[in-house]
């Protein structure tokens, strides 16, 4: 199995309905944007205000997605304040859900 890569943003909005608006805006471009993605859960942390991480299938997935991310957040300029993102390998993953079995070799 190939190590997994991930990708963590925070992001903060400049209104509340931004956060739907954005979430709608990349479920519309996410198959084509985003290949190699395997696994995304975003998270309302605040009224304008998310975390969102997104799991691919290896490094060169992720990697091919940087500069399609940065565009996509470019693009939502208009309802994003400030945004930042970090990515690396994933080092361990832990889950009860069973849509992940065997997403993560253990180490």
Same mark, same amino acid.
């Given at each position: ?8 943003n925070?992001i ?5 309905d931004?956060?739907?608006i954005?979430?709608?805006?990349y ?6 944007t985003?290949?190699? =993605?395997?696994?995304? %859960?975003?998270?309302?942390? *605040?009224?304008? @205000? &998310? +975390?969102?991480? !997104?799991i691919?299938?290896? /490094?060169?997935a992720?990697?091919a ?6 565009a ?6 208009d =309802?994003?304040?400030? %945004?930042?993102?970090?990515? *690396?390998?994933? @080092? &361990? +993953?832990?889950? !009860?859900?069973?849509i992940? /079995? ?6």
């Open positions: 199995m190939s190590k997994k890569f991930a990708r963590m925070v903060e909005f400049v209104s509340e931004a956060f739907d954005i979430n709608e805006r479920s519309k471009i996410r198959g084509d985003y290949g190699g =993605i395997e696994f995304t %859960v975003n998270v309302r942390t *605040g009224p304008t @205000s &998310s +975390f969102s991480l !997104s691919y299938e290896n /490094e060169a992720i990697e997605t940087e500069e399609p991310h940065r996509f957040l470019a693009s939502n300029e =309802i994003i304040k400030d %945004v930042f993102f970090h990515s *690396g390998e994933v @080092s &361990s +993953f832990a889950t !009860s859900l069973p992940t /079995e065997g997403m993560v070799e253990s180490s």
